[in-house]
Nanobody, 122 residues
Framework: QVRLVESGGGLVQAGGSLRLSCAAS????????MGWFRQAPGKEREFIAL????????YYNDSMKARFTISRDNAKNAVYLQMNSLKPEDTAVYYC???????????????WGQGTQVTVSS
């Protein structure tokens, strides 16, 4: 079993930045993919980015690539999401997820965190 815990969310003004963290514990496989998603009220869960564990290669939702950066620290079993130039439409619950075959589709992930709220005020 894998447990994921997100942190770093909060209230920020438009144009500001936040750095989200996700700590993983439990049975971590060396080739697991880590991903970030978000879900706003009344909307479907939306892919943000993923990062592979072995080669640190990344893949982004094109609409967020310019402002968001995913990174990971395998020694700490952690993944991060740096978010810059935040907009009110970025308001959502942000989730990290992991799985052996992650992709831009939520169904490809096996484990999810509980989420952290990000609210961007105008």
């Amino acid at each position: 079993q894998v447990r994921l815990v997100e942190s770093g969310g909060g209230l920020v003004q438009a144009g500001g930045s936040l750095r989200l963290s996700c700590a993983a514990s439990g049975r971590i496989f060396s080739n697991y993919v880590m991903g970030w998603f978000r879900q706003a009220p009344g909307k479907e869960r939306e892919f943000i980015a993923l990062i592979n564990r072995n080669d640190f290669s990344t893949y982004y939702n094109d609409s967020m690539k310019a402002r968001f950066t995913i990174s990971r620290d395998n020694a700490k079993n952690a993944v991060y999401l740096q978010m810059n130039s935040l907009k009110p439409e970025d308001t959502a619950v942000y989730y990290c997820a992991t799985g052996i075959s992650g992709s831009a589709y939520a169904r490809s992930y096996d484990y999810w965190g509980q989420g952290t709220q990000v609210t961007v005020s105008s």
